[in-house]
């Protein structure tokens, strides 16, 4: 699998910008989806969700966009603030029993002022 | 904050020791999951449970076990001990089982030497 802390691929913005982050998904089976922020040293924490019946869904400054298609789900982050500088992973559910959450290897955002 | 409160918060320990790692879910939550995050194998699911039950099995080794007590707090037993075993250890919860949202703690960062 790919490193997380030394690896990542990481994506610089300008303070105020808007920022997009990406994510390709394996299965074309799943049919709901997560992104998570987590900050240093912190636990993964719930940003939006989406699931499979939807392409798009909003919440307070962040909109996912999913495109079951070519299996790519989208992160945007509107006016970008430096509190928003963590490590992002998208997460798909497989619907066969008694699999879990399959979590991406993460992008690390950093907000430049 | 998510609910899920995660004990010790670090954990150093010598090779060939068994150590504990203690995990309550949010109120009202069924599910418990333990999951690991190094710099090598970024987040990976290891074990579910449900209501006392194990439900789904992840990359977990023989030497670490988990169960989920009658008050739904979980614990992860890691034994013999290993420097690759080195990373932190999370815990999250969900209300039901697959599909649900999972909630992360703050998780354990465990060092081996």
């Known amino acids: 699998g790919e490193s997380v802390g030394l690896h990542l691929p990481t994506l610089s913005v300008q303070e105020g910008d808007n920022s997009i982050i990406n994510c390709a998904y394996s299965n074309s089976a799943s049919d709901y989806f997560i992104w998570y922020k987590q900050e240093s040293g912190k636990g993964p924490q719930f940003i939006i969700d989406i699931r499979s019946n939807m392409d798009k869904r909003q919440g307070q400054r962040v909109t996912v966009l999913l495109n079951k298609t070519v299996k790519h789900l989208s992160l945007q982050i509107a006016a970008t603030q430096p509190g928003d500088s963590a490590v992002y992973f998208c997460a798909e559910n497989p619907p066969a029993y008694g699999q879990n959450f399959v979590f991406g290897p993460g992008t690390r955002l950093s907000v430049l002022p | 904050d998510s609910g899920v409160t995660q004990t010790p918060k670090h954990l150093i320990t010598a090779t060939g020791q068994r150590v504990t790692l203690r995990c309550s879910p949010r109120s009202g939550d069924l599910s418990v999951y333990w999951y690991q995050q190094s710099l090598d194998q970024g987040l990976q699911f290891l074990i579910q449970y449900y209501n006392g039950e194990e439900r789904a099995k992840g990359n977990i080794l023989e030497r670490f076990s988990a169960q989920q007590f009658p008050d739904l707090h979980s614990e992860l037993n890691l034994s013999s001990l290993e420097l690759g075993d080195s990373a932190l250890y999370f815990c999250?919860?969900?209300?039901?089982?697959?599909?649900?949202?999972?909630?992360f703690g703050p998780g354990t960062r465990l060092t081996v030497l």
């Open positions: 999250a919860s969900s209300l039901r089982t697959q599909g649900d949202t999972q909630y």
